[in-house]
């Protein structure tokens, strides 16, 4: 039956039972929630004052860092910069060549969004052409620019009007060799979310547009990319918020040069494609398409990169973190930091340290009701890792 307590006052006993529960009660208030498990740590290794959102980063092997800032908009002034010692980004390679003029459109710089360097240590940048960022490419201004950084002077400019269509926006690029040929190879994010990849043959000039129509290339529907806890929406004019739209965006070449791994900024599979179809004139659109494999989920990710041993690093811009596929599918976080805010580009240096850029798109007024909530300045961050990189022409 039921002990009435009424019964126990002067026995002592409620005291005892009171005792009894004391301990239990302390234990559970004592008691913690498990925090997150952590994982390795990234080290600040530049701060760069850039005027604008820097999402491209190559790193010369003397140590010369470099970033890249597409003109989202025509007051952007400055699209590359070279990061100073004391962390000022000036115009590169000067001022007047920063300043877009279509009536010199391959003489001027609209909109670089990346640039890498090559075996050579010579730097090939990307220009999409958009000296607003949105609208059909300037005629003669979509091209590759290959400089010099012992003269600071343009060496050669590559057309890529015959690759890009009205709605192109080319992000991003890797240089490599194919059967000793120099070739370079160009994701097309696409303004409307419909991407491509560029091949180019550096030595004849040919570009060819391939995989325009491939599921691998396209944005994908409903899907919603969270950055600092927060969802990346869009308002455009009176709409209501949306996902951005954004096609294939990161890229990398295996050691061999044989593959070119890829992905849609806005979807969460990692491919593949044979590099020899891509650059074949006499390969259909789809024996180019036979040759793509679908390696899997790996998040969502900006920039790509990989190392002598065939590891893909991704920009996992969810979690501020930076991943890594092994050839056999796994996967590992490697690092993660809060300043890495919209993991970007990667750059490996000689001496086997990953670079990568917290470019802060997610904060760009488009994306919070018109309010730039950027804090310059912006950070390069950099980890260890135990491989090489991938050499490029």
Do not use: C
């Not at 007047?96 to 010579?122: C, I, M, W, Y």
């Not at 002077?153 to 040929?181: E, F, K, Q, Y």
């Not at 190392?307 to 993660?336: F, M």
């Amino acid at each position: 039956m039921p002990i009435d307590r009424r019964h126990l006052i002067g026995s002592g006993l409620v005291a005892l039972a009171a005792g009894a529960a004391g301990p239990a009660r302390a234990r559970s208030e004592a008691r913690t929630a498990s925090p997150s498990r952590p994982v390795g740590a990234l080290e600040l290794a530049h701060l760069a004052d850039a005027p604008s959102t820097p999402t491209g980063l190559a790193i010369a092997r003397g140590g010369r860092v470099f970033v890249m800032m597409p003109r989202f908009t025509a007051d952007v002034p400055v699209t590359v910069g070279e990061v100073m010692p004391d962390g000022s980004v000036r115009p590169y390679p000067d001022a007047e060549s920063n300043r877009p003029d279509p009536k010199r459109p391959q003489a001027s710089l609209f909109h670089v969004p990346n640039g890498v360097f090559d075996r050579d240590d010579t730097l090939w940048l990307l220009d999409a052409g958009l000296p607003e960022g949105k609208g059909a490419p300037v005629p003669g201004g979509a091209k590759l620019v290959q400089i010099d950084i012992g003269t600071n002077r343009i060496a050669r400019v590559v057309p890529l009007d015959s690759g890009v269509s009205p709605t192109s926006s080319l992000n991003d690029l890797r240089v490599g060799r194919l059967n000793g040929r120099p070739v370079a190879y160009i994701t097309d994010q696409g303004q409307d979310g419909k991407g491509a990849i560029l091949a180019v043959d550096l030595t004849s000039g040919l570009v060819l547009r391939r995989l325009a129509e491939h599921a691998s290339t396209q944005s994908q529907k409903g899907v919603v990319k969270f950055v600092e806890r927060r969802p990346v929406m869009q308002t455009k004019g009176d709409g209501p918020p949306q996902s951005p739209k954004g096609g294939a965006n990161g890229i990398a070449l295996s050691p061999d040069g044989a593959r070119l791994y890829y992905a849609p900024l806005m979807a969460r599979h990692l491919y593949a494609v044979d590099t020899a179809a891509l650059l074949d004139p006499g390969a259909s659109d789809a024996m180019v398409a036979a040759s793509v494999k679908d390696l899997g989920e790996k998040g969502l990710t900006g920039g790509l990169t990989t190392d002598s041993k065939d590891r893909v690093y991704l920009s996992l811009q969810e979690h501020n973190a930076v991943g890594r596929r092994d050839p056999d599918g796994r996967i590992t976080v490697l690092a993660a930091d809060d300043r890495l805010v919209w993991a970007d580009t990667f750059w490996i240096t000689p001496e086997r340290w990953l670079y990568i850029s917290a470019a802060q798109v997610n904060r760009r007024p488009e994306f919070n009701a018109g309010q730039d909530l950027q804090r310059p300045p912006y950070a390069i961050l950099r980890v260890r890792i135990d491989a090489d990189p991938v050499d490029g022409v």
